[in-house]
């Protein structure tokens, strides 16, 4: 197992460790503290599994899988944690859950085809976004409660604005070969 598949499963492993300190107040307020820097060193490693992987040629089809799926895991984990303390509704968590799937599947059937799907520039502002509201929402800090609720709406504006994007761009990928 190369270097970068070793990442991401470090990633992996990282989650239940992050939602441990993300719900609990095992080492009281320290806890957020430890869950917020578990989940940014889980998102460094995904940065840098793709990195290593392209640079040096170590893709493989356990990391393009694997990959995109550690991501979500530890993305959906946080949010649906965010739910269960009451920082999150509900219904925003499922939206965004839900696009995943949803893209997820898109992949999969384009797989089939031999058609990659790349992520969009909207996907990846998406992502980033994401991933700052994730860190604002851990570190639970009154002055950033606006900032974190601006970026809640931005980051499910940029979820559907992406999802809308990626069926638009890959509407192809549904068409049954069958069709006349």
């Avoid at 270097?3 to 719900?23: G, S």
């Amino acid at each position: 197992m190369n270097l970068p598949n070793k990442l991401t499963l470090l990633r992996v492993l990282l989650i239940p460790f992050f939602i441990f300190f993300l719900m609990t107040d095992y080492i009281g307020a320290v806890s957020k503290w430890i869950a917020l820097g578990i989940f940014c060193a889980a998102s460094l490693t995904d940065f840098f599994d793709g990195y290593i992987a392209r640079k040096y040629n170590l893709v493989t089809n356990f990391g393009k899988f694997m990959d995109p799926l550690a991501d979500k895991l530890l993305v959906c984990s946080a949010l649906i944690c965010f739910t269960a303390m009451g920082r999150m509704p509900a219904w925003i968590v499922i939206v965004i859950v839900a696009r995943e799937f949803i893209i997820s599947g898109f992949r999969l059937i384009a797989a089939e085809q031999g058609i990659v799907i790349a992520a969009s520039m909207w996907g990846k502002f998406k992502t980033a976004t994401q991933m700052i509201m994730i860190i604002v929402f851990i570190m639970d800090i009154p002055l950033l409660y606006i900032p974190g609720q601006v970026l809640m709406y931005a980051a499910l504006a940029l979820t559907v604005i992406s999802l809308v994007d990626y069926i638009a761009k890959n509407r192809n990928v549904m068409k049954d070969d069958k069709e006349v």
